[in-house]
């Protein structure tokens, strides 16, 4: 997961994101409910800063 803060993207978790944590995200920013989670880096490796590991 990666968010945009102040202007640079930066990654929220690693590869232990899970429904739960999908939850955590949608419900903080009030989008509903997680529709699918994807692990082990669907998308491949970001290269955004790891801002925090764990949510």
Do not use: N, Y
């Amino acid at each position: 997961l990666e968010i945009l803060h102040d202007q640079t993207w930066m990654s929220v978790c690693d590869a232990a994101f899970d429904q739960q944590d999908a939850e955590v995200v949608c419900r903080e920013l009030d989008c509903g409910a997680p529709v699918q989670v994807l692990g082990a880096a669907a998308f491949g490796k970001g290269d955004a800063q790891m801002w925090t590991q764990e949510i």
